[in-house]
């Protein structure tokens, strides 16, 4: 198995937005920010488990849409006076294509 696994175009993902990858380990948001950086982190807010791919981007951020919670793209970890952490997926773009670290895929599922 590769270490990296393509999941698609940088295109696919808009800008201020998500695209949500199915892996055996839960759900995958891919966010894009404003200056097209772009992240990935699990679907699932530390707070309730809110699918933080339909949140807000801002900045290096998204709030869940079910609390408000900030958390940040770059971490995982929750802003503010919040506490907890998503899991953040290492990414790396290689051509137009995104790739995902096969061994925290797999960390995810285990």
């Known amino acids: 198995m590769s270490e990296w696994i393509d999941v698609g175009p940088v295109e696919d993902v808009p800008l201020l937005g998500s695209r949500v990858v199915q892996t055996p380990g839960g759900?995958?948001?891919?966010?894009?920010?404003?200056?097209g950086t772009?992240?990935?982190?699990?679907?699932?807010?530390?707070?309730k488990g809110g699918p933080l791919s339909q949140g807000i981007v801002h900045g290096h951020s998204v709030t869940c849409p079910l609390h408000n919670w900030v958390i940040s793209l770059k971490t995982g970890e929750a802003q503010g006076a919040d506490q907890?952490?998503?899991?953040?997926?290492?990414?790396?773009?290689?051509?137009?294509?995104?790739?995902?670290?096969?061994?925290?895929?797999?960390?995810l599922a285990a």
């Open 27 to 35: 759900d995958i948001a891919v966010f894009k920010a404003a200056d």
């Open 38 to 47: 772009l992240f990935a982190l699990r679907d699932r807010c530390p707070h």
């Open 84 to 107: 907890g952490c998503t899991h953040r997926i290492p990414l790396r773009i290689e051509g137009s294509r995104i790739l995902l670290a096969a061994s925290a895929l797999l960390a």
